[in-house]
Structure formats: structure tokens, C-alpha cells
């Protein structure tokens, strides 16, 4: 099956997420960015942020957890707009984040049978068939059940979608041919921001984070590092938009975007399947995937023995 896309065919790209502002918190410079190429973009975010904090002091006021659901819903779709997106939820119920011992709501996201969960996400893959697919890894980036049963899901539709004996009423079946892992927000990232920061003798609130990962946490192992400095701001308007969850006076907000543009100009990912052939390391979600003709940018990768 030949699976490079057909000139004057738009690529599309499918970012699954657990919550509302996920998207804007991991690879959104990535988003804009292959949007402002024509990238077709559909994120996709999995519940609604329902039971959620309100983590910005100036949101945290009488009205807004009384109608958290419904200004969540609208801070997405703020977002989306920012980032030049589609948007879908997918429906199901956020699970909040119990205290150790802490029983799961019943009704909620991380609960679902996981078939159930995947059929609805095999029916949006099938719908909008997109060329790549980007996620959690299996750690869910954070431990927060959403995180873990987004990166679960996805990887099951991811597999299912293209065989036609899998959720046969979901429509046509369509094989991506690609699947990333989400590589933000790093123990390298959060250290070469520190020691850049402070090597230029400014502030870093870094130091507190890095305390926080254990001695032996792993390196990130990164095989595609998409260039995307200049979509910072973008992915930044689309953070403030999400108000309730982040405080424009604090945490991811304080750093120096001159700093960070210089020392990590990059968003960076884990290529996890490929049913293309390609050449690692990458600096393209769709490397291996572009045709060569003018003007259409990248050819297909060289051959190698990285495959799926």
C-alpha cells in the first residue's frame, strides 16, 4: 500500500488530548505552525475538564466552578480559534484526580470500557483520516488517569480504524501512517532553560520543578524535534485563552520567550509507529509522507530500516 499522499491531497493531522487547554499546553506551536502550511488540523480533546481545578487565583470567584463545564467548553473554543484548529470532543466525563485510595466516579472517562472509548475515536480517525496521529506516551506525561486512558485509547484506535473487521458500523476504514508520543515539558527542558536563564543572570523558577523529578528519571528519547519558534506567541494566546487553568502571573507564564526561542526552538515527539519508511532523527511530523513536486515543500524521506 503505497501511503505518501497524493499531490493536491492536504495533509491532515489528528492531536488527541484528555482535557481542554492540553492542546495548548503540549505541541500547540506545532499545530499552528502546520496550520499556517495548510496543514488540515483536528484536535481532538477526549472530556470535557469537568471536574478540574481552577488554577488561576483571579478565576477562582463565585460562578465560575458552579459553571466550570460550560466556560471550559467556551475557553476551547477561544483556543481553537487562536490556534486556526478544528475541535471535537469526544464526549466522555472527566475523572478529576483522586487522592491515593481514592475511588474513580463511576461515571468518568478513565472508567469506560476501553473498547467503547476506542470505537468513538475509530469513528472520528475514520471520519477525518488523518495522515498522523499524535498523543501521550504511556506514562500520560503526568499521572492523571484522563492522561493514561487518552494515551491507552488512542493507541487502540490508531490500530483498529484501518481493519475493516473492527467497528465495522464506525465508516470506511483508514490506516494512519503515523504515530507520535508528546514529548513536552521535559526534566532537559526544564534544565537547559534553568542554565540558560540563569547563565544571562535572570530569574528561573525552574529549579523548584526540577527538584520535583526523581534523581533517575529518564532522558527523553526525542527522534523529532519540529522547528517552531516563531509559533510561540500563538501557543501562548492560546494558554492565557484557557483562563481558568492558567495564571497569567505565574508557572509556564514567568519564563524569558527570547530565552526559550534561542536554547529550544523546537516542540518534540516520539515517532512510536510508522508504516512509512523513514530516517530518524526527524524535524517533520510528516516526513516520509510528502510527495516531490514544486512547491509542496520536504520530499519523502530516504529509505531506512525504520519501519512498523
Not at 47 to 74: C, Q, S
Not at 77 to 95: H, K, M
Not at 104 to 113: G, K, M, Q, R
Not at 280 to 295: M, N, Q, S, V
Amino acid at each position: 500500500m503505497n501511503l505518501r499522499v497524493t499531490p493536491g491531497e492536504p495533509l491532515r493531522l489528528m492531536s488527541v488530548h484528555a482535557h481542554p487547554d492540553d492542546e495548548s499546553s503540549k505541541g500547540a506551536a506545532t499545530l499552528a505552525k502546520y496550520v499556517a502550511e495548510g496543514v488540515d488540523v483536528l484536535v481532538v480533546t477526549c472530556t470535557g475538564g469537568e471536574r478540574g481545578d481552577v488554577l488561576n487565583p483571579a478565576m477562582d470567584r463565585p460562578g465560575v466552578r458552579e459553571n466550570l463545564a460550560g466556560i471550559r467548553r467556551a475557553e476551547m473554543a477561544a483556543a481553537r480559534e487562536i490556534l486556526g484548529v478544528r475541535q471535537r470532543f469526544l464526549g466522555f466525563t472527566d475523572s478529576g484526580l483522586p487522592a491515593a485510595g481514592e475511588p474513580l466516579p463511576e461515571d468518568c472517562f478513565a472508567v469506560t470500557p476501553q473498547e467503547e472509548a476506542a470505537g468513538r475515536l475509530v469513528a472520528l480517525i475514520r471520519e477525518f483520516r488523518p495522515h498522523v496521529v499524535v498523543t501521550y506516551d504511556e506514562t500520560g506525561g503526568y499521572p492523571h488517569p484522563d492522561h493514561v486512558r487518552t494515551h491507552q485509547v488512542t493507541v487502540a484506535a490508531f490500530e483498529a480504524a484501518g481493519d475493516p473487521g473492527r467497528f465495522p458500523g464506525a465508516g470506511e476504514p483508514w490506516r494512519p501512517a503515523k504515530l507520535y508520543y508528546h514529548g513536552a515539558l521535559s526534566k532537559a527542558w526544564f534544565r537547559t532553560m534553568h542554565d540558560a536563564l540563569t547563565a544571562r543572570g535572570l530569574d528561573s523558577a525552574m529549579h523548584a520543578v526540577l527538584a520535583e523529578f526523581p534523581d533517575d528519571a529518564p532522558e527523553p528519547e526525542f527522534t523529532t524535534r519540529v522547528p517552531c519558534a516563531e509559533y510561540f506567541a500563538v501557543r501562548d494566546r492560546a494558554l492565557l485563552a484557557h483562563a481558568t487553568q492558567i495564571d497569567p502571573d505565574g508557572g509556564f507564564m514567568l519564563h524569558d520567550r527570547d530565552v526559550e526561542r534561542e536554547v529550544w526552538p523546537t516542540e518534540d515527539y516520539r515517532l512510536a509507529r510508522s508504516r512509512v519508511e523513514v530516517v530518524l532523527p526527524e524535524d517533520d511530523l510528516f516526513a516520509g509522507l510528502r510527495t516531490c513536486e514544486p512547491g509542496q515543500g520536504r520530499g519523502p524521506a530516504p529509505a531506512s530500516t525504520t519501519g512498523w
